[in-house]
């Protein structure tokens, strides 16, 4: 998922002053360690810049090792940690970030790192830190629309990761009402964390459908609750559907990668389901064929959950492969997609069992009556 890095730079450019600055000595040795700094502070960025990650995180920790009391810790920590970042070496860039909130509380820097963080948090699987630190950004003066999307989003994101879904899909309903109510001169110029929102909200009505578990009861209670998780799945399909049509490439692959999920997973629950209880006493072999029976039934009304799945993976790569976008949406999508293929090829062969158990009562499940 993305962050929104921004170099620390300002320690490199001075500060303006619109009048005439009064007249100072400064100690030799403090000169010629701030020169220093400035030095191996630029070094750092240079290397930075030139995408050698690994070599500007250890110049921009030895400027906060060799010149601790420097205007340059913040910058450095800062930098160190989007370095991390780009490596996905995300414990170490959390640590730099949190080390700088630590030395530099007051620090220029505290609003980005605190955003970097909010990432990390939800990345790192630590929600309650996320939610204690996209509170304090909420408390910050002067936040873009933009900005305040993302602290919305990233919430929605925290209070999913706890489990807590109602709390979840508030916060997403208010980040998309957010989203919604601003002025022209307002608005939200980037949809990726809208986009985020409302994925997160289509997240919390799939795994309540998912919960739903089909019991072992008669016929007419297993349709009552497959009815009802099939009302949840289409609900959430929709929601995806929103998610898709906000435009932003890594949220619309993620979106379509669920929605094929969901009709795999309904497969998996049905063909899981327990066989309803026979209406008379039957012995084991005559068990065995009337469950053998009961399972090819529903193998042959579930087939179309599995053409669904491959038709949505199929569009989302597609739709990845023309907007160039590559996320761990696409491996994902690959893979399913072909075991979904390899098992739609396998229960064609069982076609003619199941022709046979349907043409025996083609109305009804097997002993359902």
């Excluded at 601790?68 to 930098?79: D, K």
């Excluded at 909130?101 to 963080?117: I, Y």
């Excluded at 009961?294 to 949505?312: D, M, T, V």
Aim: proline share 4%.
């Amino acid at each position: 998922m993305r962050s929104a890095p921004i170099i620390a730079l300002t320690v490199l450019l001075g500060v303006g002053c619109a009048s005439r600055p009064q007249q100072t000595t400064v100690p030799r040795q403090v000169r010629a360690q701030t020169a220093e700094a400035r030095i191996a502070f630029a070094a750092a960025l240079a290397r930075m810049k030139a995408d050698e990650c690994d070599r500007a995180v250890t110049s921009f920790d030895r400027v906060v090792e060799t010149f601790p009391a420097s205007r340059y810790v913040s910058a450095s920590l800062y930098n160190a940690g989007l370095c991390l970042q780009r490596l996905e070496r995300w414990q170490e860039s959390t640590e730099r970030y949190e080390r700088l909130l630590r030395l530099r509380p007051g620090s220029a820097d505290t609003k980005h790192t605190r955003f970097q963080l909010a990432f990390l948090y939800v990345e790192t699987h630590r929600f309650d830190d996320a939610l204690e630190t996209t509170d304090l950004l909420l408390g910050h003066t002067g936040l873009t629309s933009d900005e305040r999307s993302e602290v919305m989003a990233r919430r929605a994101e925290a209070w999913l990761g706890r489990g807590d879904l109602d709390a979840a899909a508030t916060e997403a309903r208010e980040a998309l009402l957010y989203y919604r109510t601003r002025s022209e001169e307002e608005r939200i110029r980037d949809p990726f964390f809208v986009a985020s929102a409302n994925y997160t909200l289509a997240e919390t009505v799939r795994l309540k459908s998912e919960s739903i578990v089909i019991p072992q009861a008669k016929v007419e209670a297993q349709r009552e609750v497959l009815e009802r998780r099939a009302g949840l799945l289409l609900e959430a399909q929709r929601t995806y559907f929103d998610t898709i049509r906000m435009t932003d490439a890594y949220w619309a692959s993620a979106a379509g990668y669920r929605i094929g999920s969901m009709y795999d997973a309904f497969w998996d629950a049905i063909m899981m389901a327990p066989a309803p209880p026979p209406k008379r006493t039957m012995t084991v072999e005559e068990l065995a064929i009337y469950t053998e029976e009961y399972r090819l039934r529903l193998a042959e009304l579930a087939q179309p959950l599995i053409r669904h799945a491959i038709r949505f993976w199929e569009l989302t790569l597609r739709m990845v492969q023309r907007t160039g976008v590559r996320s761990e949406w696409n491996g994902r999508i690959e893979g399913d997609l072909e075991r979904a293929r390899a098992r739609l090829r396998k229960f064609a062969g069982l076609g003619n069992e199941a022709s046979v158990a349907v043409a025996r009562n083609p109305k009804r499940l097997p002993q359902s009556d």
